[in-house]
């Protein structure tokens, strides 16, 4: 606890329970162990801020004026507080002590401001919140009522030449300083003689109204900017873990306020970028699977097309040679054929010839018997010829087989038509037959 109250350079901190006891300070003083709705210090303005986050229900920071703190030997003192929760129930309310040193150490800055040239605070009871730099003592005791301070109060920005509260003709440049509970009046003067002639006046007003937003700026910064810089700095920090790859990091969520929202929502990016991680990993060793099997099978495709290309070429030659065989065959029953046709001719002729020479009938009657079983023999070579034909169709693959018995049947088709021109010749006149 001494290392934060010495970091932040608050004057002391409490712990007041929800029923107004005062359970833990730093410094142990007269306000240690009292009650701040009962007992002693009930009006103070420790007091007064303990009833103000009492009656609010919002985890926001709440602050109450400087006044005089009996428990702190009457020293100028302010109080800002906020409420303790656990499982979203007020247990207690953590109070900060501020003392006024470091804002009147600012406000005492001289640089630029010439040799009249002063800022200082005014609150809304018109006591001032800062020394003077002309007057010692001044802070909760010197009043000042001029018209800078009323517009400044007010609510309004801008300069005029009064008299202030020395007195004395000044240029003056005013602008409200309103933060929650807080209402105050920056002032910023210089003497009029000082700053006479109009263009060192303009640069004059210019340089107090920096000052007097450069110390704005500078009040609100230590004032108000911890509880806002530090959840930042941690949101850093764990961005800079992400972006090395650690995706368990956590921010820590406090209250409900602008900062927790976005801690919740960084924490909720943290989370969908590991199941997105996640993901893309599975997805990835999916696809490295899937190429694996796709190469297999790539590989097994080849083979067998390879193979299919072969029985191909192997199926395309025998085709080309069982098609030469069938025209062969062909060939040789249009053959036949052609001849049993000239056989069936001849034979009608002979039969024509032996009508005509009836009176040779008895001699020639052996000769035509021998004819008629000629023509019989012929005929049933014929049948065998069809018969042999069929069974060659049937056996296209033995293609020389075939080849050989065409050509025998044609040779025995051919002795038996020779047998018959010899036997017809034999039963008639050579000359008829010829004819």
């Given at each position: ?8 350079g ?17 410094f ?107 007057e ?13 301070v ?15 509260y ?17 209402k105050?009046a ?48 941690e ?53 490295n ?55 069936s ?7 024509n ?73 034999r ?9």
């Amino acid at each position: 606890m001494k290392t934060f109250v010495d970091d932040k350079g608050f004057y002391d901190v409490f712990i007041v329970g929800t029923d107004g006891d005062v359970t833990y300070t730093y410094f142990k003083e007269k306000d240690f162990a009292t009650n701040l709705l009962k007992g002693k210090w009930k009006n103070t303005n420790l007091a007064k801020l303990f009833r103000i986050l009492q009656n609010s229900n919002d985890d926001k920071v709440h602050y109450v004026d400087f006044e005089p703190y009996d428990p702190s030997s009457g020293s100028p003192a302010a109080f800002a507080g906020t409420p303790l929760k656990k499982d979203n129930k007020t247990i207690g309310y953590l109070i900060v002590q501020l003392p006024i040193n470091k804002i009147d150490y600012i406000l005492q800055e001289r640089t630029g401001m010439g040799e009249s040239g002063e800022t200082y605070v005014v609150g809304p009871d018109y006591l001032m919140r800062s020394n003077s730099r002309f007057e010692e003592n001044t802070i909760l005791k010197r009043k000042v009522e001029t018209k800078s301070v009323r517009e400044a109060l007010k609510g309004n920005t801008g300069w005029d030449i009064i008299n202030n509260y020395r007195g004395i003709k000044v240029i003056s440049a005013y602008l409200p300083f309103e933060y929650n509970e807080l209402k105050w009046a920056l002032i910023g003067e210089i003497d009029y003689s000082e700053a006479n002639d109009s263009i060192k006046k303009l640069v004059k007003t210019s340089i107090i109204i920096l000052v007097i937003i450069l110390v704005l700026s500078i009040i609100t910064s230590i004032l108000f900017t911890n509880k806002l810089v530090n959840p930042l700095k941690e949101a850093v920090k764990v961005f800079e873990k992400v972006s090395n790859g650690d995706l368990t990091v956590k921010l820590e969520i406090k209250g409900k306020d602008e900062i927790a929202i976005l801690a919740k929502s960084l924490n909720k990016t943290i989370d969908n970028l590991k199941r997105s991680m996640e993901n893309i990993v599975e997805i990835s060793k999916k696809l490295n699977d899937s190429s694996t099997d796709l190469a297999t099978i790539s590989e097994e495709n080849n083979v067998n097309i390879e193979k299919i290309s072969s029985q191909s070429e192997i199926i395309e030659e025998n085709t080309e040679v069982l098609s030469s065989s069938i025209e062969q065959v062909s060939s040789g029953v249009e053959e036949i054929a052609a001849n049993s046709q000239d056989i069936s001719k001849s034979a009608q002729e002979m039969l024509n010839s032996s009508e005509e020479t009836s009176q040779f009938a008895i001699e020639g009657q052996q000769g035509m018997e021998n004819i008629v079983n000629s023509i019989h023999n012929v005929s049933e070579k014929t049948k065998n010829v069809e018969i042999i034909v069929s069974e060659l169709a049937n056996k296209a693959q033995n293609i020389g087989e075939i080849l050989e018995t065409i050509g025998s049947i044609t040779e025995q088709t051919n002795l038996l038509a020779l047998n018959a021109a010899i036997e017809a010749a034999r039963a008639g006149k050579p000359e008829k037959v010829l004819q």
